[in-house]
């Protein structure tokens, strides 16, 4: 050991901790917002997160603290979430408030925490970590960008409807929003569950994460966010989540929108738009400052996106990804790749598919040309030559194909690495990794 590591020690949090890691993440995290003054909302999130936060321990925290004194100086949370696609359960940790206090900066504190957390997802049988943050930062430590996060256009205060021309709040029969209490978080937790089931990567929030949400925070939370229910008469037929206040841009941010009939949408977006003017404007009244825009934190073809008033287009940005053993989060997919070849009237003709990432493989084994186990074997010595290897790609490669961020001609157009066999397992894998849009609204 180094004279610098043993200056530190990594360990968990403790519950104890509470006050010392919302002091060091208030003064860290967000300083541009607070010209250098410690961040309050931080410091309430910190101590929500450590004091009765529905899925968060203090264990949830990896802490570096300076054995010279025993206070932290460095710290993250690994989140725990459960993701779902098509009905099949992905354990996520999403990692938050990674910060190093200014005088301990440089003694690559944040790689030991990252190690750690590794470790521990490794340990815990959790197969994705993902942060959003530093440009470029996260690449070092193992991370891509993995997920579409944003890109949905910003719409102008000005293009919103203004409430009342044809659909008065609470009107019979129509569709409209109101902000949701503790009581809906039943009907909340089953639009939910019924989302888990569908074609997009969501992360489902049962009734008590629903409270948590539209109660259970502590007012100054930065993670705090308004919930309203889309409902026509009694019924609760879906979902709106936005920030509680305006940004210093006059902007109101969606983070989530959800509708639990399809065929709703068209009439929900124009509900939702509604609320969201009357919302925006009451902040903006209420802060005295002025409301230019709602800020859609969804992916470009979000219905409530595609079903708005026109914005200003945005690049879509992306979370970090990564994983451990990207076989293992093949083989949690097994399911939907077997239902998506089985949708496609697909069947394997041998009984064995051979997937190699330099060094490891996953070999996709078949009965009666049905997916019936994924299995992690040792990587071919030259893949390329390897008469039992159907393709071969890099391991982030499969990551992205595995979480539908980049399709297989995408991933074949960026990555001269990616080699296949032949047309059949070309065509069998552009089926099996179909694009997936990231609708996720992670747990913090
Ligand atoms: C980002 C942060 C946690 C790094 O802390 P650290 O413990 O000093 O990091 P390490 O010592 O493990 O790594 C240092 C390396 O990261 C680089 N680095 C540190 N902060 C960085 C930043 N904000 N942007 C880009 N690179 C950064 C250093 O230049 C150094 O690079 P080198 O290896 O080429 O010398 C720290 O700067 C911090 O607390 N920043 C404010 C809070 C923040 O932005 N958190 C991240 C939110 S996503």
């Known amino acids: 050991m180094t004279e610098e590591s043993e200056r530190y020690l990594v360990r968990p949090g403790r519950a104890c901790d509470a006050i010392e890691l919302a002091r060091l993440q208030a003064s860290v995290q967000l300083q541009a917002a607070t010209d250098g003054q410690p961040h309050p ?157 569908g074609d997009a990567l969501i992360c489902p929030r049962n009734a008590e994460a629903w409270r948590y949400e539209i109660a259970g925070r502590r007012p100054a939370d930065q993670a705090r966010r ?79 996106a595609r079903l708005g ?11 970090y990804v990564r994983t451990g053993d990207p076989v293992d989060l093949l083989a949690r997919l097994l399911p939907v790749l077997r239902d998506r070849w089985l949708a496609a009237d697909l069947r394997w003709h041998e009984p064995a598919l051979t997937i190699d990432i330099y060094g490891r493989a996953a070999r996709l084994e078949f009965t009666n040309g049905e997916l019936t186990a994924v299995m992690a074997r040792r990587g071919a010595v030259s893949p390329s030559t390897d008469p039992h290897t159907h393709a071969a790609m890099p391991p982030g490669a499969l990551l992205q194909l595995t979480l539908g961020h980049r399709t297989l001609p995408e991933v074949l157009d960026i990555w001269p690495d990616c080699l296949l066999g032949d047309r059949l397992t070309e065509h069998f894998l552009t089926v099996a990794f179909p694009r997936v849009p990231a609708r996720i609204w992670p747990r913090n």
């Open 41 to 197: 909302g931080i410091a309430a999130w910190v101590e929500d997160l450590l004091d009765g936060h529905p899925s968060v321990v203090p264990d949830d925290f990896l802490v570096a603290e300076d054995s010279t004194t025993g206070r932290p100086v460095a710290s993250l949370v690994g989140l725990r979430q459960d993701w779902s696609l098509a009905g099949v359960r992905l354990p996520v940790v999403q990692v938050e408030l990674v910060g190093t206090a200014l005088e301990h900066r440089g003694n690559r504190l944040t790689d030991r925490l990252f190690a750690a957390l590794h470790q521990r997802c490794a340990a815990d049988g959790v197969p994705v970590q993902m942060i959003e943050g530093i440009p470029y930062f996260y690449r070092r430590l193992g991370y891509d960008y993995a997920l579409a996060n944003d890109g949905a256009p910003t719409v102008p205060a000005t293009a919103l409807p203004a409430r009342g021309h044809d659909l008065p709040e609470g009107s019979r029969g129509s569709l409209t929003v109101r902000p949701a209490t503790i009581a809906d978080a039943d009907d909340l937790a089953d639009i939910d569950r019924r989302l888990a089931g």
């Open 226 to 304: 308004a919930v309203a229910v889309l409902v026509h008469d009694a019924d609760v037929r879906g979902y709106l989540v936005h920030t509680v206040r305006l940004s210093t841009a006059g902007e109101l941010t969606v983070v989530a929108a959800a509708c639990n009939r399809p065929a709703d949408w068209p009439r929900a977006a124009a509900a939702m738009h509604t609320h969201l003017g009357h919302t925006g404007r009451q902040y903006a009244a209420s802060a005295g400052q002025p409301f230019a825009a709602v800020r859609l934190l969804l992916d470009q073809q979000h219905p409530l």
């Open 309 to 319: 008033p026109p914005g200003v287009p945005r690049r879509p940005r992306g979370w």
